[in-house]
T-cell receptor, first 115, second 114 residues
Framework: AQTVTQSQPEMSVQEAETVTLSCTYD???????LFWYKQPPSRQMILVIR??????QNATENRFSVNFQKAAKSFSLKISDSQLGDAAMYFC????????????FGQGTRLTINP | ETGVTQSPTHLIKTRGQQVTLRCSSQ?????VSWYQQALGQGPQFIFQ???????GRGNFPPRFSGLQFPNYSSELNVNALELDDSALYLC?????????????FGPGTRLTVL
């Protein structure tokens, strides 16, 4: 079974600085998708960025980028120019390509932005 | 375009009771997934419905059941509630159930079992 591990329960960063959230996963599949979701206090899970495993190029969405290391099974999220609105729980998630669109989530990292 | 909506927002039940949670998919989406998120944890997959049929299930007992309707809205039913069922229940919809789809989440229903 696939597992996702986020080893940083909490992180903090100064506004306008850069922060990196870590994620590792375990799978025997060669093709899969990886995601970072943000969950603010409003509870709604919001997609931040996604990466297809077959793509070597790291995904980027504005201030958000990933460092995808397939051999190491590592998928970290870098947030540049941190803003107060980035404060939230961040979840790393894995989805295989077989069967249902089941997302396997990590335990989450709580990100605090200090003004 | 209307996003994923869920009702009710909050719910309090007692042990042994039954509960029904509702989800309306984003417009044009025919696939719905349900997740349970215990306090301080990541969400866990309960099951998924595609065109009114269950097409995947996580490690949850049969007292967790669901339905998807012709308009692709969905219900999650939980019988014989236990204290450990207290959690945030999230619904997510996607366009077609395809492997390239992204799931879009609703705001969740907070269930408290006393």
């Amino acid at each position: 079974a696939q597992t996702v591990t986020q080893s940083q329960p909490e992180m903090s960063v100064q506004e306008a600085e850069t922060v990196t959230l870590s994620c590792t996963y375990d799978t025997s599949e060669s093709d899969y998708y990886l995601f970072w979701y943000k969950q603010p206090p409003s509870r709604q899970m919001i997609l931040v960025i996604r990466q297809e495993a077959y793509k070597q190029q790291n995904a980027t969405e504005n201030r958000f980028s990933v460092n995808f290391q397939k051999a190491a099974k590592s998928f970290s999220l870098k947030i540049s120019d941190s803003q107060l609105g980035d404060a939230a729980m961040y979840f790393c998630a894995y989805r295989g390509i077989q069967g249902a669109q089941k997302l396997v989530f990590g335990q989450g990292t709580r990100l605090t932005i200090n003004p | 375009e209307t996003g994923v909506t869920q009702s009710p927002t909050h719910l309090i039940k007692t042990r042994g009771q039954q509960v029904t949670l509702r989800c309306s998919s984003q417009s044009g989406h025919n696939t719905v997934s349900w997740y349970q998120q215990a306090l301080g944890q990541g969400p866990q997959f309960i099951f998924q419905y595609y065109r009114e049929e269950e097409n995947g299930r996580g490690n949850f007992p049969p007292r967790f059941s669901g339905l998807q309707f012709p308009n692709y809205s969905s219900e999650l039913n939980v019988n014989a509630l236990e204290l450990d069922d207290s959690a945030l229940y999230l619904c997510a919809s996607s366009p077609s159930g395809g492997i390239t789809d992204t799931q879009y989440f609703g705001p969740g229903t907070r269930l408290t079992v006393l």
